[in-house]
T-cell receptor
Framework: GQQLNQSPQSMFIQEGEDVSMNCTSSSIFNTWLWYKQEPGEGPVLLIALYKAGELTSNGRLTAQFGITRKDSFLNISASIPSDVGIYFCAGVSNSNYQLIWGAGTKLIIKP | DAGVIQSPRHEVTEMGQEVTLRCKPISGHNSLFWYRQTMMRGLELLIYFNNNVPIDDSGMPEDRFSAKMPNASFSTLKIQPSEPRDSAVYFC?????????????FGPGTRLTVL
C-alpha cells in the first residue's frame, strides 16, 4: 500500500533556529497537507498544497509540493517555544479521499 | 466559527461496557471521518461518511465497532463490548465547502481508557 516516509523522526533545536522536515513517497499524490499536533489536542491543518512545485507560506512556515509529486517539505523559520509539537505530513492520491499519513516529526526546543 | 466538537473528552470504562463517542462536524461540511490514534499504529482511519452515508468502513476493526450519522450535524462511534485494546484517542474530522474536501479539520479527540 501507499506509504509516506517522514523525516527526521525528532528534532532538538535551540530557539531561533530554522527547522526543516520532509516527506517522501513511492506514489504520486495530488495533494499534500501539513498538520501540527500538540499534546491532548487534535491535528491542526497548517498548509495545504495542490500543485506540483507550489510553494506556500503561513507566517514563519513554508511548505513546498515537490515537482515529482512524490515529496513535500516544511520549513519553520526562527523557531519559538510555541512551535513545539508533532508535525505530520499527509498526502492524497487521485480520486481518493483518504489521507496517507507520515509518522510525524517531533519538534523539541531546548531551553 | 466553531470547529469540530467531540464529547466526551475523556472516557474511562471497564471491559465489556458499551462506549459511545459523539461528534458534531463543522457546519456546512459534508464529509466526516472517524480516526483512532495510538503510539504503536499512529492515525488510523476507521470510517468515512459523505452526505451522511457511510462510504468506507473498511478500517473498522471489528463488529464491536459501529458508527452512525443520522443527520449532517451529528455522528456517533459506538464500541460494544469494549476491550482494553480499544484504549486510544479517537478523533472525528470533517471536510467540505468552501475549502477542498481533502482538507480535513479535526476535533480535540476523546481519550478512551478501557480497564
Amino acid at each position: 500500500g501507499q506509504q509516506l516516509n517522514q523525516s527526521p523522526q525528532s528534532m532538538f533545536i535551540q530557539e531561533g533556529e530554522d527547522v526543516s522536515m520532509n516527506c517522501t513517497s513511492s506514489s504520486i499524490f495530488n495533494t499534500w497537507l501539513w498538520y501540527k499536533q500538540e499534546p491532548g489536542e487534535g491535528p491542526v491543518l497548517l498548509i495545504a498544497l495542490y500543485k506540483a512545485g507550489e510553494l506556500t507560506s503561513n507566517g514563519r512556515l513554508t511548505a513546498q509540493f515537490g515537482i515529482t509529486r512524490k515529496d513535500s517539505f516544511l520549513n519553520i523559520s526562527a523557531s519559538i517555544p510555541s512551535d513545539v509539537g508533532i508535525y505530520f505530513c499527509a498526502g492524497v492520491s487521485n480520486s481518493n479521499y483518504q489521507l496517507i499519513w507520515g509518522a510525524g516529526t517531533k519538534l523539541i526546543i531546548k531551553p | 466559527d466553531a470547529g469540530v466538537i467531540q464529547s466526551p473528552r475523556h472516557e474511562v470504562t471497564e471491559m465489556g461496557q458499551e462506549v459511545t463517542l459523539r461528534c458534531k462536524p463543522i457546519s456546512g461540511h459534508n464529509s466526516l471521518f472517524w480516526y483512532r490514534q495510538t503510539m504503536m499504529r499512529g492515525l488510523e482511519l476507521l470510517i468515512y461518511f459523505n452526505n451522511n452515508v457511510p462510504i468506507d468502513d473498511s478500517g473498522m476493526p471489528e463488529d464491536r465497532f459501529s458508527a452512525k450519522m443520522p443527520n449532517a450535524s451529528f455522528s456517533t462511534l459506538k464500541i460494544q463490548p469494549s476491550e482494553p485494546r480499544d484504549s486510544a484517542v479517537y478523533f472525528c474530522a470533517s471536510s467540505g465547502p468552501p475549502v477542498g474536501y481533502n482538507e480535513q479539520f479535526f476535533g480535540p479527540g476523546t481519550r478512551l481508557t478501557v480497564l
